[in-house]
């Protein structure tokens, strides 16, 4: 059974940093493309960057060159290493793995990330 289970969020202020991190468990985790998504209250979820088993990233424009995204094949995990974080990026933020650049896992619980100006 394919599990995935994030952590790191929390409370932080305007311009400071957070780490998240996804476990993976039930799949072979350096197979797949792995990405990192956001869901604001009252909004669609929405794609924030994903890493190919190779390490190539890509992010959306909104995140990028605040946000980085990395992966240990070797600890099965995925992380999101956000800087200079606004308040527009308050939200629940998921993980899952990817077919082509569709996400195909069931969803985890997330792991909120609220940023107070």
């Known amino acids: 059974q394919v599990q995935l289970v994030e952590s790191g969020g929390g409370l932080v202020q305007a311009g400071g940093s957070l780490r998240l991190s996804c476990a993976v468990s039930?799949?072979?985790?350096?197979?797949?493309?792995m990405g990192w998504y956001r869901q604001a209250p009252g909004k669609q979820r929405e794609w924030v960057a994903h890493?190919?088993?190779?390490?190539?990233?890509n992010y959306v424009s909104s995140v990028k060159g605040r946000f980085t995204i990395s992966r240990d094949n070797a600890k099965n995990t995925v992380y999101l290493q956000m800087n200079s974080l606004k308040p527009e990026d308050t939200a629940v933020y998921y993980c899952?793995?990817?077919?082509?650049?569709?996400?195909?896992?069931?969803w985890g619980q997330g792991t909120q990330v609220t940023v107070s100006s």
């Open positions: 899952n793995y990817l077919l082509g650049l569709t996400p195909i896992g069931k």
């Open positions: 039930g799949v072979i985790f350096s197979n797949f493309v």
């Open positions: 890493i190919t088993s190779a390490g190539t990233t």
